[in-house]
């Protein structure tokens, strides 16, 4: 890996399945089968009833947002094209929060509904957003 390549998240098993669905395309978030409370991002054990048994489903993407910043300063040489860029909190419809960039032009604002999609470029798959 050159210092121009984007650096790429260390999948493990533990994120595999959101992994493999990022590069399809689709948003997949982790749930316990034991009480059904969905967790994103990935952990080994759910934060309501402790246990370890979980699947990774399918989620809608639709949500809303929390918060965002615009990043001005480069931290990696790889991502000084990108510069300025949104970092979006969004709330998901699931219940669970999840980050990603923003994906257009619309005028931000908290609450604006949005949707997920992912930016399959170079490295990993990106998590998006953009207005609904």
């Known amino acids: 890996m050159s ?3 984007k650096p790429v998240p260390t999948e493990s098993p533990l994120s595999q399945p959101y992994w493999d669905a990022a590069r399809s395309g689709q948003l997949v978030i982790q749930r316990c089968t034991q009480c059904g ?10 934060d309501a009833c402790y246990s370890k048994a ?4 399918p989620v809608s ?16 040489r790889a991502f000084a094209a990108d510069v300025p860029y949104v970092l979006l909190t969004v709330d998901l419809s ?7 960039r923003w994906d257009s032009d619309h005028t931000l604002a908290i609450g604006l509904p ?18 609904r």
């Open 54 to 57: 979980c699947e990774f489903v």
């Open 114 to 131: 949005v949707r997920a999609c992912f930016h399959l470029d170079q490295g990993a798959p990106e998590l998006r957003f953009h207005p």
């Open 37 to 46: 409370k969905f967790r994103h991002y990935p952990r080994l054990l759910c």
């Open 94 to 100: 699931e219940g669970v929060r999840a980050l990603g």
């Open 61 to 76: 993407g639709s949500g809303v947002i929390h918060s965002w910043t615009v990043t001005h300063h480069v931290f990696h």
């Open 3 to 5: 210092l121009n390549d």
